[in-house]
Structures are given as structure tokens and as C-alpha cells.
């Protein structure tokens, strides 16, 4: 049993268009968040939600909206995509937030390519 | 944000030999916690140190905590190709929670 999964794996689009990325958590986390990794590495937070409710939400983009149904789903959607926006999206959850003594446990990743 | 700088960016070393990498904070942290991610992989976690002083293995890594909880190290001993990979260090501050600028680490055999 995959703990974090998120679908798709890869994920190419063109510029403009609106996309969708799924993340479900079978460990019975109480966070969920969503990280971008850039070409250098670098991990950004960009959303965080406890019991459902949006918690830290850093400087991105309104095009980028996070959705969660329910505490094991946060799926995030992107509207009028831009090549800047090419990344690998991590989604991940921990028990509580900053991730106690256990941390965060990600999923394998979305690579996003817009062309 | 509070991003906190690792050093070196990057690491070549010879199978066999140690390795080192630096977690530095201008400010005080109230915990840490040190992430591997192989390449095409996920952030996997590995560790969270919380007291000052803190020193922690897990077989050839050796992870510390600064007594002033300023910085944090991680440090293999007689490194193998399996350790190949991005070594992160992370910390929670109230609501945030961030991510070092990670040491990409290539193992020569």
C-alpha cells in the first residue's frame, strides 16, 4: 500500500491550459501539504491543510488553488499555466504540523513540463 | 522565509570516504529533522533532533545538533554508492516549516 500517492506521475502541457494534480494519504495524517521542487533542487512550501482547513498558504500564484474533500485528499489545481510554472510537485502529510518526531511523508512526485 | 543555508551546494567524493554537510541558522531552532532524496526520487525522512547537543546514528550517519541550536550536521562515514543522493535539512518555526538549500552528494566508485 502506497502511504502518499499522487497522480499523474508526468504531467506535459501546453501554456495556458488548466491542470489538475491528485494526492490521496492512506496513514490517517492530520496535514497535508503541497511542496514545489524547482530545477535547483530548492523546496518551496506552498500550501499546508489541517482537518481541512487551509493553514499556511505562501506567496503563490491565485492561479494555484488547493482542494481538499477530506483529510486523506489535497489535490491542486493550476489555471492558465506558464512555462515558469515547469516543476516537480510534491505532495506530503505528516501527523501534525512540522511533522513531530515521525516527519513528513512525501509522495513520488508530479513532473510538470509546460511547453 | 526562514530558509536555512547548507553547505556545500554540492559533493564528490571517492567510495569510502566520509562526508559532511552543514545545516546553519541565523536564528535559534526549535528542532530539526534531515530528509535523503535519491535522484528521481522523493524527500524520504530520516531523522528530527530537538535538544542542544543533540547527537543521534543511525549505522554510518551521524547526525548533531548545535548546543547554541543554530546549526545542524550530518555526517557519513565510509560512504557508498547507495548513499548517492540530496541530504536536506528541515525545521518547523510556529506554522512554517522549511526546507534547507539541501547538498547534492555523488559517490565515486
Known amino acids: 500500500d502506497t502511504a502518499v500517492s499522487q497522480t499523474p506521475k508526468y504531467l506535459v502541457t501546453q501554456m495556458g491550459n488548466d491542470k489538475s494534480i491528485k494526492c490521496e494519504q492512506n496513514l490517517g495524517h492530520d496535514t497535508m501539504y503541497w511542496y514545489k521542487q524547482d530545477s535547483k533542487k530548492f523546496l518551496k512550501i506552498m500550501f499546508s491543510?489541517?482537518?481541512?482547513?487551509?493553514?499556511i498558504n505562501e506567496t503563490v500564484p491565485n492561479r494555484f488553488s488547493p482542494k481538499s474533500p477530506d483529510k486523506a485528499h489535497l489535490n491542486l489545481h493550476i489555471n492558465s499555466l506558464e512555462l515558469g510554472d515547469s516543476a516537480v510537485y510534491f505532495c506530503a502529510s505528516s501527523q501534525k504540523f512540522g511533522g513531530a518526531a515521525y516527519g513528513y511523508t512525501f509522495g513520488s512526485g508530479t513532473r510538470l513540463t509546460v511547453v | 522565509g526562514q530558509q536555512v543555508m547548507q553547505i556545500p551546494q554540492y559533493q564528490h567524493v571517492q567510495e569510502g570516504e566520509d562526508f559532511t554537510t552543514y545545516c546553519n541558522s541565523s536564528?535559534?531552532?526549535?528542532?530539526i529533522q534531515w530528509y535523503k532524496q535519491r535522484p528521481g526520487g522523493h524527500p524520504v525522512f530520516l531523522i528530527q533532533l530537538v535538544k542542544s547537543g543533540e547527537v543521534k546514528k543511525q549505522k554510518r550517519l551521524t547526525f548533531q545538533f548545535g548546543e547554541a541550536k543554530k546549526n545542524s550536521s550530518l555526517h557519513i562515514t565510509a560512504t557508498q554508492t547507495t548513499d548517492v543522493g540530496t541530504y536536506f535539512c528541515?525545521?518547523?518555526?510556529?506554522?512554517?516549516?522549511?526546507f534547507g538549500t539541501g547538498t547534492s552528494l555523488t559517490v565515486i566508485p
Open positions: 528541515a525545521h518547523g518555526s510556529g506554522n512554517q516549516f522549511y
Open positions: 536564528t535559534t531552532l526549535s528542532n
Open positions: 491543510y489541517n482537518n481541512k482547513e487551509l493553514i
